[in-house]
DNA sequence: GCCGTTTTCGGCCCGACTGTTTTCAGTCG
């Protein structure tokens, strides 16, 4: 079994829990923590690097000591280096931290004090009231850990931002109509546009004395109050969504969003930078000693430290300081930059609309273009279309050609790669198309060697444009396929295809490091709704969160192009 | 344990809320 970064992170995190619990060095926790951060945000495998014999301690928080930890795991597996850490405690002690309300050094009391090592002794001894008379502890405390052991509560959950995004939107009416509110935004990693949301954290300016903690903590999708502050609240939704509302002075406006916007690690680095010159950030403002000096808006404080604002989907301690202070930001892509659609659906397969209304929708966005892309014959549960379904599907969409105005169709399929990295409809046939769309969807649990190639031999096919959802993951439902992306990125810049940044909320796949990795080998990205229905359209937003979040500029994205640029660009050109 | 526009040692981000305290530790973000 190869050992993938995130396994790697996993044991870097759980040496760090165990290094709080016996005491350590605050500063050595941290990093290891920053070393496993690093590990997931990175866009290719450590143990690739290192058979390519490349230094680790050129990323970023590993040095000598963690770069020797890492081959030793990748060589020997995670046992002997985690054995070091676990001598003192047992197994699985770590798992308590992740109870809201424990930290380390309650799990430490809990642990020498009453013995506790599993999730069970401790619900068994707050049960008969043991916990209570610890040091630290009270009546309240016992409560509420067995309140949270009970409501399983501490299994982390996510939402994906579609879903936050409706939570997002009613909550922010509802708190609008408070007297004395002036600005009101969803900041945090809603903000960030990550795929995924942890909680919600909302950002109020507010004449003072506003009832605004009164009125956010009594709505009516409100569960649980779980603080109640005048600048600071916390509630659980009825859906289990945890949301934070900040309320701050308008003066310190751009600071307080700069702050709640994130990420954390972003922040952390810039205040590094602040340091640097003497300077304190908070989220009230940026202080030279006892005078504010910068905050009423968010370029006011990066000027402050001496870089240029930065977009919120880059701030994830990626580089984005770094090239902020040299000038070097990506002007990254916008909504209003797309042209066209290359992925979309009809009732002639799978999709709950017609052609026609496709179309009409397309326009309505303001798209030049949109291409049709039904499914192959292999997908029969989507009525998949076979050659002479299709050929006739691509009469019709001449026939609409011919009759609507502001809008083009392109003809497309989007085509099963079979097994064996065949396509699913005759050379002939697919040569007949403007466009030919490739995609993964059955046989997902195939080796990585084999699914690896599997796909690039249907890039290698002359008429095969481009790759669909690239790693058929469904967020938080269904793991991507085994595959080797950076061969598939590097494929499609030799076979000349391009990649899909597929917007439906449940894929945004390419993920964002994926996207950052095509852009640094010239591979163009194509931002799709995959649209089963004229609302899809909706979700284009969603997917250029995605490509932001990926340094994409509009450049790196083909269907920026006009329709004239973009004919080109379709027909490959072979060497 | 990492790192360097104060560089190989001595720093390492900052504040709110809660509960358990009687001036603050622990946790969280």
């Given at each position: 079994?190869?050992i993938?970064?995130a396994d790697i992170a996993a044991v870097f995190d759980e040496i760090a829990d165990l290094l709080e619990i016996q005491g350590a060095n605050v500063f050595r926790v941290r990093a290891y923590r920053n070393a496993a951060r690093t590990l997931r945000?990175?866009?290719?495998?450590?143990?690739?690097?290192?058979?390519?014999?490349?230094?680790?301690?050129?990323?970023?928080g590993i040095g000598?000591d963690l770069a020797g930890k890492i081959q030793e795991i990748?060589?020997?597996g995670p046992e002997g280096v985690l054995a070091e850490y676990r001598k003192e405690l047992p197994q699985g002690l770590t798992d308590?931290m992740?109870?809201?309300?424990?930290?380390p050094?309650?799990v430490?009391?809990?642990?020498?004090?009453?013995?506790?090592?599993?999730?069970?002794?401790?619900?068994?001894?707050?049960?008969?009231?043991?916990?209570?008379?610890?040091?630290?502890?009270?009546?309240?405390?016992?409560?509420?850990?067995?309140?949270?052991?009970?409501?399983?509560?501490?299994?982390?959950?996510?939402?994906?931002?579609?879903?936050?995004?409706?939570?997002?939107?009613?909550?922010?009416?509802?708190?609008?109509?408070?007297?004395?509110?002036?600005?009101?935004?969803?900041?945090?990693?809603?903000?960030?546009?990550?795929?995924?949301?942890?909680?919600?954290?909302?950002?109020?300016?507010?004449?003072?004395?506003?009832?605004?903690?009164?009125?956010?903590?009594?709505?009516?999708?409100?569960?649980?109050?779980?603080?109640?502050?005048?600048?600071?609240?916390?509630?659980?939704?009825?859906?289990?969504?945890?949301?934070?509302?900040?309320?701050?002075?308008?003066?310190?406006?751009?600071?307080?969003?700069?702050?709640?916007?994130?990420?954390?690690?972003?922040?952390?680095?810039?205040?590094?930078?602040?340091?640097?010159?003497?300077?304190?950030?908070?989220?009230?403002?940026?202080?030279?000693?006892?005078?504010?000096?910068?905050?009423?808006?968010?370029?006011?404080?990066?000027?402050?430290?001496?870089?240029?604002?930065?977009?919120?989907?880059?701030?994830?301690?990626?580089?984005?300081?770094?090239?902020?202070?040299?000038?070097?930001?990506?002007?990254?892509?916008?909504?209003?930059?797309?042209?066209?659609?290359?992925?979309?659906?009809?009732?002639?397969?799978?999709?709950?609309?017609?052609?026609?209304?496709?179309?009409?929708?397309?326009?309505?966005?303001?798209?030049?273009?949109?291409?049709?892309?039904?499914?192959?014959?292999?997908?029969?549960?989507?009525?998949?279309?076979?050659?002479?379904?299709?050929?006739?599907?691509?009469?019709?969409?001449?026939?609409?050609?011919?009759?609507?105005?502001?809008?083009?169709?392109?003809?497309?399929?989007?085509?099963?790669?079979?097994?064996?990295?065949?396509?699913?409809?005759?050379?002939?046939?697919?040569?007949?198309?403007?466009?030919?769309?490739?995609?993964?969807?059955?046989?997902?649990?195939?080796?990585?060697?084999?699914?690896?190639?599997?796909?690039?031999?249907?890039?290698?096919?002359?008429?095969?444009?481009?790759?669909?959802?690239?790693?058929?993951?469904?967020?938080?439902?269904?793991?991507?396929?085994?595959?080797?992306?950076?061969?598939?990125?590097?494929?499609?810049?030799?076979?000349?295809?391009?990649?899909?940044?597929?917007?439906?909320?449940?894929?945004?796949?390419?993920?964002?490091?994926?996207?950052?990795?095509?852009?640094?080998?010239?591979?163009?990205?194509?931002?799709?709704?995959?649209?089963?229905?004229?609302?899809?359209?909706?979700?284009?937003?969603?997917?250029?969160?995605?490509?932001?979040?990926?340094?994409?500029?509009?450049?790196?994205?083909?269907?920026?192009?006009?329709?004239?640029?973009?004919?080109?660009?379709?027909?490959?050109?072979?060497?």
């Amino acid at each position: 079994m190869p050992i993938h970064n995130a396994d790697i992170a996993a044991v870097f995190d759980e040496i760090a829990d165990l290094l709080e619990i016996q005491g350590a060095n605050v500063f050595r926790v941290r990093a290891y923590r920053n070393a496993a951060r690093t590990l997931r945000d990175l866009s290719r495998e450590v143990g690739a690097m290192l058979e390519q014999g490349e230094d680790l301690t050129g990323l970023p928080g590993i040095g000598k000591d963690l770069a020797g930890k890492i081959q030793e795991i990748i060589t020997h597996g995670p046992e002997g280096v985690l054995a070091e850490y676990r001598k003192e405690l047992p197994q699985g002690l770590t798992d308590l931290m992740h109870i809201p309300g424990l930290g380390p050094k309650r799990v430490k009391t809990l642990y020498h004090d009453l013995g506790i090592k599993t999730r069970e002794q401790l619900h068994q001894a707050a049960t008969a009231g043991r916990i209570r008379g610890l040091t630290g502890f009270g009546e309240k405390t016992e409560q509420k850990i067995l309140e949270a052991l009970e409501a399983k509560a501490g299994e982390a959950v996510r939402f994906k931002l579609a879903i936050a995004a409706q939570y997002a939107e009613a909550l922010v009416e509802h708190l609008k109509k408070a007297p004395g509110v002036k600005q009101i935004v969803p900041a945090g990693s809603y903000r960030r546009f990550r795929e995924t949301i942890g909680d919600l954290d909302i950002l109020v300016t507010a004449k003072t004395g506003s009832p605004i903690m009164d009125r956010f903590v009594s709505y009516d999708e409100v569960d649980q109050v779980l603080a109640h502050g005048s600048t600071k609240s916390s509630v659980r939704l009825k859906c289990k969504l945890q949301v934070d509302v900040r309320v701050v002075s308008e003066e310190s406006y751009g600071a307080a969003l700069q702050y709640f916007t994130g990420s954390k690690a972003h922040n952390v680095a810039l205040r590094q930078l602040g340091v640097q010159r003497g300077l304190k950030i908070n989220e009230y403002g940026v202080f030279k000693g006892e005078e504010r000096i910068a905050g009423d808006t968010e370029e006011s404080v990066y000027a402050a430290v001496g870089v240029a604002w930065v977009p919120p989907e880059l701030r994830e301690n990626r580089g984005e300081i770094e090239a902020a202070r040299a000038g070097k930001l990506p002007k990254l892509v916008e909504l209003r930059d797309l042209r066209g659609d290359l992925h979309a659906h009809t009732k002639a397969t799978d999709g709950r609309n017609s052609l026609k209304d496709m179309a009409l929708a397309a326009r309505k966005r303001g798209l030049e273009y949109l291409a049709i892309t039904d499914h192959s014959r292999h997908l029969a549960v989507a009525k998949g279309l076979d050659p002479k379904r299709l050929l006739m599907h691509m009469e019709e969409i001449e026939r609409l050609n011919d009759e609507l105005s502001g809008i083009t169709l392109l003809k497309g399929i989007e085509v099963d790669i079979l097994q064996s990295g065949e396509l699913d409809l005759p050379d002939d046939v697919l040569g007949r198309l403007d466009l030919v769309v490739g995609a993964v969807h059955d046989h997902f649990e195939l080796s990585r060697q084999k699914q690896t190639e599997r796909i690039l031999r249907a890039m290698d096919h002359p008429h095969f444009t481009i790759l669909a959802h690239p790693s058929g993951r469904l967020i938080d439902e269904r793991a991507p396929y085994d595959v080797d992306m950076e061969r598939v990125i590097r494929h499609a810049r030799e076979r000349g295809c391009f990649l899909e940044v597929n917007a439906h909320p449940e894929r945004l796949d390419l993920t964002d490091t994926h996207c950052q990795m095509a852009k640094e080998q010239g591979v163009l990205v194509s931002i799709n709704t995959d649209a089963h229905s004229v609302l899809d359209f909706d979700n284009l937003r969603f997917g250029v969160g995605q490509a932001r979040r990926g340094w994409l500029e509009k450049s790196d994205v083909v269907n920026t192009r006009s329709l004239r640029e973009l004919k080109p660009l379709l027909t490959r050109t072979m060497s």
